[in-house]
């Protein structure tokens, strides 16, 4: 069974940085692309950076020069750090999974996710 739990938010305030953290287990496939997603209230799901088997990485806008997506195969860990943080980035975010391995950013091309973890910045 696949399982993926994401940890690491919290509040803060306008300029902070957090990483989030998601543990990985379950997911035996050798080829994927894993990624984090974000909601706002009342706002659809995106996406926002993705990472593949190959450590290949690809950024929404809204992501590209404040957050980083890492991976640590050895203890099935994906990462998110974000850095100088907005109040628009209040949302809970998400990890999910996907056996597709050009990138995606589309919700609809992942097919295992987690419960989220919510990060709220005030400004």
């Known amino acids: 069974q696949v399982q993926l739990v994401e940890s690491g938010g919290g509040s803060l305030q306008a300029g902070g940085s957090l990483m989030l953290c998601c543990a990985v287990?379950?997911?035996?496939?050798?080829?994927?692309?894993i990624g984090w997603f974000r909601q706002a209230p009342g706002m659809g799901r995106e996406g926002l950076a993705v990472i593949n088997h190959g450590g290949g990485t690809k950024y929404a806008d809204a992501a590209k020069g404040r957050f980083t997506i890492s991976q640590d195969n050895a203890k099935h860990t994906l990462y998110l750090e974000m850095n100088n943080l907005k109040p628009e980035d209040t949302a809970r975010y998400y990890c999910a999974a996907s056996l597709r391995t050009w990138l995606p950013l589309d919700t609809s091309a992942y097919n295992y996710w987690g419960q989220g973890t919510e990060v709220t910045v005030s400004s």
């Open positions: 287990s379950g997911f035996i496939y050798m080829t994927y692309s």
